[in-house]
């Protein structure tokens, strides 16, 4: 089955980038998404179709795919975007999820 | 604003069957432009989608629970349901409904709407 690694963490300081790395065989020929999960709630929707950000999400995020690697850039990292994050993508007609990453912003 | 809740028993015996219900409100399941969808994520760990319905009933599963899983759709309720069958402990997780738009590009397909999440734990 197709498989999709994160790091398991990244830390970062406020007002510094992110970078949040998805991999998985020929990545780059799928629409990838993100998504931000917070303790204790329902994941958000932050990015779709690898560079697409849904109404109400901030600019500081955003999203690249290629090759084999999918990225989710927060440029400006805020203390409310620590979280869990993963990537999403289609497989073999099955919706297949990224291991996931915790952000820590120190 | 559309919402979307989840309900059903959150304590289920070993082989017994897992049944989930999602209501849907301030929107009609009955559209061609969504399909509708639980996913499922255990303490601690991370997300596994379980399967999608349309609003004609038409389904497709997870090929690793497949065999386990039947949802189904009342759009006269408004609401869309989940059973397991043969839980085990490995089953234990919170389980969310959701919502996937209906894209005309097969694979670019995302989730934009979540519910709150039930968890349900399988044990004895």
């Known amino acids: 089955s197709y498989e999709l690694t994160q790091p398991p963490s990244v830390s970062v300081s406020p007002g510094q980038t992110a970078s949040i790395t998805c991999s998985g065989d020929k990545l780059g020929d799928k629409n990838v998404c993100w998504y931000q999960q917070k303790p204790g709630q329902s994941p958000v929707l932050v990015i779709y179709q690898n560079i697409k950000r849904p109404s109400g999400i901030p600019e500081r995020f955003s999203g690249s795919n290629s090759g084999n690697t999918a990225t989710l850039t927060i440029s400006g990292t805020q203390a409310m975007d620590e979280a869990d994050y993963y990537c999403q993508a289609w497989d073999n007609n099955s919706y297949v999820f990224g291991t996931g990453t915790k952000v820590t912003v120190l | 604003q559309l919402q979307l809740q989840e309900s059903g028993p959150g304590l289920v015996k070993p082989s017994e069957t897992l049944s989930l219900t999602c209501t849907v409100s301030?929107?009609?399941?009955?559209?061609?432009?969504?399909?509708w969808v639980w996913i499922r994520q255990p303490p601690g760990k991370g997300l596994e989608w379980i399967g999608s319905?349309?609003?004609?009933?038409?389904?497709s599963y997870n090929p690793s629970l497949k065999s386990r899983v039947a949802i189904s759709i009342d759009t006269s309720k408004n609401q869309f349901s989940l059973k397991l069958t043969s839980v085990t402990a490995a089953d234990t997780a919170v389980y969310y409904c959701?919502?996937?738009?209906?894209?005309?590009?097969?694979?670019?397909?995302?989730?934009?709407?979540w519910g709150q999440g039930t968890l349900v734990s399988v044990s004895s």
């Open positions: 319905v349309y609003y004609t009933g038409s389904t």
């Open positions: 959701s919502r996937r738009p209906a894209t005309s590009v097969a694979g670019s397909e995302y989730f934009d709407y």
């Open positions: 301030g929107g009609s399941i009955r559209t061609s432009s969504y399909y």
